[in-house]
């Protein structure tokens, strides 16, 4: 597994064409900016999807991995 921590306007660059980008908004909400070329747009969606999945379940305390199985079956 993969953990990052990032600040405001930090970015990832995935291969040679995509990057990914976060930015704080208020609180303990952020965006997630995904540059990448046309041909992928599907792809980026679905990801930007899981990630903002990801944040979302992350930043609930008290979560256990009981929760999230019952959120992802």
Request: charged letters at 20%; zero cysteines.
């Amino acid at each position: 597994m993969l953990s990052l921590q990032m600040t405001s306007g930090d970015y990832i660059t995935v291969g040679d064409n995509i990057i990914i980008q976060v930015f704080h908004d208020s609180g303990d909400h952020f965006q997630i900016s995904i540059d990448a070329p046309r041909e992928i747009d599907q792809r980026v969606r679905d990801v930007s999807k899981l990630i903002g999945y990801a944040l979302n379940l992350a930043l609930h305390d008290g979560l256990t991995v009981e929760d999230v199985d019952l959120l992802v079956n």
